[in-house]
């Protein structure tokens, strides 16, 4: 059964700062994994999909990196900004219609 | 451009009594439709998907059930809600087979049970 965990449960960092949020997966056969945003009461956002044959995305100050052997992903945010504060969810994509497995995420407070 | 909507954004539900929440899609044909529910201290967790009008895959046993009567129209209804039902429910819709595709998210349900 494929388990999604994401480390940490929060994190608080002050602007600026280049940070890195981490998930793994226990199950390697996924067809891709993305990274959403959601913020307070919301929906999700689609940040970034990495193919499962692909190595990394990137989509502005964002990076995310998948190694898929070992289970694992980072996104990587660089230069954080109180904007960016929000809740980040990991999720793998278990089959061909797309069925999602969610981390339960990491939230990200950038302070001013 | 594609959207997606649902509503309504919030609710509030005696136990027992039936629940309907509606998704609908514009701007595409023939999407994958997505019920997922968070509920507190939980991740998000795959309810029903669909493929097709008519065609509904569930994912996990519970008190719920999903329609999909037209093209580009998501219900998630139950008869009697029970205290677990509460949770902010989300609609997504992607492509077509579209397990390689990003999906993309409505802005939720949020639902009370009392």
């Known amino acids: 059964k494929q388990e999604v965990t994401q480390i940490p449960a929060a994190l608080s960092v002050p602007e600026g700062e280049n940070l890195v949020l981490n998930c793994s997966f226990t199950d390697s056969a996924i067809y891709n994994l993305q990274w959403f945003r959601q913020d307070p009461g919301k929906g999700l956002t689609s940040l970034l999909l990495?193919?499962?044959?692909?190595r990394e995305q990137t989509s502005g100050r964002l990076n995310a990196s998948l190694d898929k052997s070992s289970g694992r992903s980072t996104l990587y945010i660089a230069a954080s900004q109180p904007g960016d504060s929000a809740t980040y969810l990991c999720a793998v994509t278990r089959g061909s219609q797309g069925n999602l497995i969610f981390g339960k995420g990491t939230k990200l407070s950038v302070k001013p | 451009s594609q959207t997606i909507h649902q509503w309504p954004a919030t609710l509030v539900q005696p136990v027992g009594s039936p629940l309907s929440l509606e998704c609908t899609v514009e701007g595409t044909s023939n999407p994958n439709l997505y019920w997922y529910r968070q509920a507190a201290g939980r991740g998000l967790q795959l309810l029903f998907y669909?493929?097709?009008?008519?065609?509904i895959s569930s994912e996990v046993p519970q008190n719920l059930s999903a329609s999909r009567p037209q093209d580009r129209q998501f219900i998630l209804s139950s008869k009697k809600l029970l205290l677990s039902d509460s949770g902010f429910y989300l609609c997504?819709?992607?492509?077509?087979?579209?397990?390689?595709?990003?999906?993309?998210f409505g802005d939720g349900t949020r639902l009370s049970i009392l």
């Open positions: 990495i193919q499962s044959s692909q």
């Open positions: 997504a819709w992607s492509v077509h087979n579209g397990g390689n595709q990003p999906q993309h």
């Open positions: 669909s493929i097709g009008i008519g065609q």
